[in-house]
Structures are given as C-alpha cells and as structure tokens.
C-alpha cells in the first residue's frame, strides 16, 4: 500500500476529507518521509491526493449555504475549484517517479 502512488494518492484524500486541512495532511506526510517510512514518488502522489481532498471544504460550505446542493456561484466556485485542483492533480500523478527522481537531486 505504501509503495503504490496511486493508492497513496486516494489515502491523501481520504485524509484530508477526515481532517479537513491539507496543510496537516502535507505536515504528516513531510513528516513520513523524512524518517523514511513512505517513499519520496508515494509521498509526492499522497500530496496530489490531499489537494482532491482539500476540496471537501468548499462542498461541504455549499451544503451549509444552501438548501442541500449548492447552487448558483457557490456551485461555480466549488466546481472550479475540484476542477482544478483535479486536472492537475490527475496530469502530474503518473509522473511522480520522475518528478521525485528530478527532487531527490536536492
């Protein structure tokens, strides 16, 4: 499960969906990989994940604004958000070897 970006991917937005915060998320992970318990790709592709994840929040205030579904702008802005952060998120993901391959230079 560790060694497999695409699985850390969905833990890292599983974990910031529970946590509401990608920054504890990113803390956490930062955290496992420099006492090297996850991998650098895992880890890259687990940050991809909570950034997915991080948009729970703007869903869940457009539940809380509106009458059940967000409608209107807050419906806009929680679909450019995911949409975002998902496009990019699914572009970089099977790129995380060669992304950590380039960071573990530093």
Not at 15 to 41: K, N
Not at 42 to 70: K, M, Q, R
């Amino acid at each position: 499960f560790i060694h497999n970006p695409y699985f850390m991917f969905l833990g890292g937005i599983c974990m910031t969906l529970l946590w509401q915060s990608s920054s504890l998320s990113t803390t956490a992970i930062i955290a496992l990989v420099a006492s090297g318990a996850v991998p650098l790709p895992a880890a890259i592709a687990c940050v991809l994940g909570a950034n997915i994840g991080t948009t729970g929040t703007i869903w869940l205030a457009g539940l809380f604004v509106s009458d059940g579904i967000p409608k209107g702008d807050t419906l806009r802005i929680a679909m450019a958000h995911t949409g975002v952060n998902l496009f990019m998120a699914l572009t970089l993901l099977p790129f995380v070897h060669h992304i950590a391959r380039f960071l573990s230079r530093f």
